[in-house]
Nanobody
Framework: QLQLVESGGGLVQPGGSLRLSCAAS????????IGWFRQAPGKEREGVSC??????TTNYADFVRFTISRDNAKNTVYLQMNSLKSEDTGVYYC??????????????WGQGTQVTVSS
């Protein structure tokens, strides 16, 4: 069973930074695109970013000021979030793609990590 575990969330002041990690267990991350999503209180879940299995192709939502990267040797994908704003508050999830490219959709999901941006 594919398992993903997010970490790195927390409370940060506006303008601050966080780096989220998405660690995989039970499978090798190399073969899958990985996406980051978020859900703010009272809102629907939205896509944030995605990276192909090779790391060559990355996609970002228009509002994003973040950088996605992956280290397949560590079986981990990262989301570096800078210049955080209050509207970035929410639960952040990572998900494994159904294939090597982001457009193929997503299957297994992590449990999420809370990000709160507040002074």
């Amino acid at each position: 069973q594919l398992q993903l575990v997010e970490s790195g969330g927390g409370l940060v002041q506006p303008g601050g930074s966080l780096r989220l990690s998405c660690a995989a267990s039970g499978f090798t991350l190399d073969y899958y695109a990985i996406g980051w999503f978020r859900q703010a209180p009272g809102k629907e879940r939205e896509g944030v970013s995605c990276i192909s299995s090779s790391g060559i192709t990355t996609n970002y939502a228009d509002f994003v000021r973040f950088t996605i990267s992956r280290d397949n040797a560590k079986n981990t994908v990262y989301l570096q979030m800078n210049s955080l704003k209050s509207e970035d508050t929410g639960v952040y999830y990572c998900a494994a793609g159904l294939g090597k490219r982001c457009l193929m959709g997503f299957g297994s999901w992590g449990q999420g990590t809370q990000v709160t941006v507040s002074s």
